[in-house]
């Protein structure tokens, strides 16, 4: 195992997981003006990609799903919003609660690649940069038919949104390696699939069209919210200080 993702790596990871970056960035010069700028601007970049986990990678705008779309709207609004106010608190709720789901997703299938035997490689595995192209996959159409099956077959997605395409990458890396077939079987084993009932009982349901016209919302008011937060921050305070 450990001499099959080693040739997993050299293979294929060299060329979709490092070298994936967009068409852009090779019109970029070899050696930056300020390259501690450059690095630390592409960790920054790659830290953003695995907090907010984009269900389409390579979607630079994240406009082309509604989740992805709603989240970045989320987080548009709370640069916008000043910090500590009522509305960056309520922005920030929303936001975790985005990414809490998602994370759930990453963890069950990491889970699965740990009972596998994976437990050194899972987090390369389920890595995913912006530059991931379905062009360079190596089997994407038995990698769709498998999202789709475990998103009809088992529990780990949501069954009332799309799977995020970010796994057909993951899924086209188990092929590779021959553990496809093995993961399906475990993900059916470990997460059966349940009804609506169940999916709003654990949480993995979030009203996305809510959320964005809570957004617009709130971008409509301006600073007449601002100054509205203010207040109702300053209430709170004063309250906080009366039970002291």
Same mark, same amino acid.
């Given at each position: 195992?450990?001499?099959?993702? *080693?040739?997993?790596?050299?293979?294929? +990871? +060299?060329? +979709? +997981?490092?070298?994936?970056? /967009?068409d =852009?960035? !090779?019109?970029?010069?070899?050696?930056?003006? /300020?390259?501690?700028?450059?690095?630390?601007?592409?960790?920054?970049?790659?830290?953003?990609?695995? %907090?907010n986990? #984009?269900?389409?990678?390579?979607?630079?705008?994240?406009?082309?799903?509604?989740?992805?779309?709603?989240?970045?709207?989320?987080?548009?609004?709370?640069?916008?919003?000043?910090?500590?106010? %009522?509305?960056?608190? &309520?922005?920030?709720v =929303?936001?975790?609660?985005?990414?809490?789901t998602?994370?759930?997703?990453?963890?069950? #299938?990491?889970?699965?690649?740990?009972?596998? $035997?994976?437990?050194? !490689?899972a987090?390369?595995?389920?890595?995913?940069?912006? $530059?991931g192209?379905?062009?360079?996959?190596?089997?994407?159409?038995a990698?769709?038919?498998?999202?789709?099956?475990? *998103?009809?077959?088992?529990?780990?997605?949501?069954? &009332?949104?799309?799977?995020?395409? &970010?796994?057909l990458?993951?899924?086209?890396?188990?092929?590779?390696?021959?553990?496809?077939?093995?993961?399906?079987?475990?993900?059916?084993?470990?997460?059966?699939?349940?009804?609506?009932?169940? !999916?709003? %009982?654990?949480?993995?349901?979030?009203?996305?069209?809510?959320?964005?016209?809570?957004?617009?919302?709130?971008?409509?008011?301006?600073?007449?919210?601002?100054?509205? =937060?203010d207040?109702?921050?300053?209430?709170?305070? $004063?309250?906080?200080? =009366?039970?002291?």
């Amino acid at each position: 195992m450990g001499s099959a993702f *080693h040739m997993f790596c050299m293979k294929f +990871c +060299c060329c +979709c +997981c490092v070298g994936d970056e /967009d068409d =852009d960035d !090779e019109k970029q010069p070899l050696v930056p003006q /300020d390259p501690l700028e450059y690095f630390n601007r592409e960790v920054q970049k790659r830290r953003e990609e695995e %907090t907010n986990l #984009w269900s389409e990678p390579g979607d630079r705008s994240h406009s082309e799903r509604e989740d992805d779309r709603t989240l970045f709207s989320l987080l548009q609004a709370r640069n916008k919003t000043r910090m500590g106010s %009522t509305g960056y608190r &309520r922005l920030s709720v =929303d936001i975790e609660a985005m990414r809490d789901t998602r994370r759930e997703v990453r963890d069950k #299938w990491k889970a699965i690649l740990e009972n596998l $035997g994976f437990m050194a !490689e899972a987090d390369a595995l389920l890595t995913v940069s912006a $530059g991931g192209s379905q062009d360079r996959m190596r089997n994407a159409p038995a990698a769709r038919a498998l999202l789709h099956t475990l *998103h009809t077959e088992t529990s780990v997605f949501s069954s &009332r949104e799309p799977p995020p395409e &970010r796994y057909l990458f993951i899924l086209d890396r188990l092929l590779y390696l021959d553990i496809a077939e093995d993961f399906l079987a475990k993900a059916k084993r470990f997460y059966p699939p349940r009804d609506d009932s169940d !999916e709003d %009982t654990l949480g993995l349901g979030i009203n996305l069209p809510l959320l964005l016209a809570r957004v617009e919302a709130m971008n409509g008011r301006g600073d007449e919210q601002e100054e509205d =937060d203010d207040e109702e921050s300053g209430r709170e305070d $004063g309250n906080l200080s =009366d039970r002291s």
